[in-house]
């Protein structure tokens, strides 16, 4: 069976940037198993993917707007400080779960002042190109339970409260 809509996949992959660095990978003997077609990884590897056999190995690059998107420096926003929790020390560099209109996003912090945090909204590799090595494990036709849960209601705790927690 080749890689198409609806089959379950599992492959064993590396990330790396167009630096040289390596940014994830799976985890040894535990592929990446997920379901063809049901946007449960970026359009672009998806799109790689479709038609390869358990088996076999590719090196596919995906660009930026196949990805995580090109950055956008209007995601670079002021955010009022008592967003934040009293008494938390903020500081450059961290990285937050925020809650937005357009559900969790990844908030980074980039300068802190007394009255307003500016943070960057845009996905951390936003802008990169990303250079995967896979492997694909296993190509089968997907279960009814596993097609199933895609249409489940998400699990409960995925919202921070419509603010900004350090534990997220």
């Keep these: 069976m080749t890689v198409q809509d609806k089959a379950y996949v599992e492959l064993e992959y590396s990330l790396t940037l167009d630096s040289g660095e390596v940014v994830d990978r799976s985890a040894e003997g535990k592929p990446l198993g997920f379901i063809f077609g049901a946007n449960q990884i970026i ?3 998806e ?3 479709q038609g390869m056999e358990a088996g076999e190995s590719a090196k596919l690059v995906v660009e930026p707007g196949d990805g995580y998107g090109e950055r956008n420096e209007d995601l670079v926003q002021d955010v009022p400080r008592n967003y934040f929790p009293e008494g938390m020390d903020v500081q450059p ?4 779960q925020a809650t937005t209109p357009s559900g969790p996003a990844p908030m980074k912090v980039l300068e802190v002042a007394e009255e307003s945090i500016k943070a960057d909204f845009n996905h951390p590799m936003a802008g990169e190109r990303l250079t995967f090595d896979v492997k694909v494990v296993e190509v089968r036709e997907a279960t009814k339970d596993e097609l199933d849960a895609l249409n489940a209601p ?3 705790g995925g919202d921070c409260g419509g603010g900004c927690s350090g534990s997220c």
Excluded: D, Y
């Design 93 to 96: 560099g961290m990285i937050f």
């Design 43 to 45: 359009p672009g590897l």
């Design 154 to 156: 998400p699990m409960p």
């Design 47 to 49: 799109q790689k993917l």
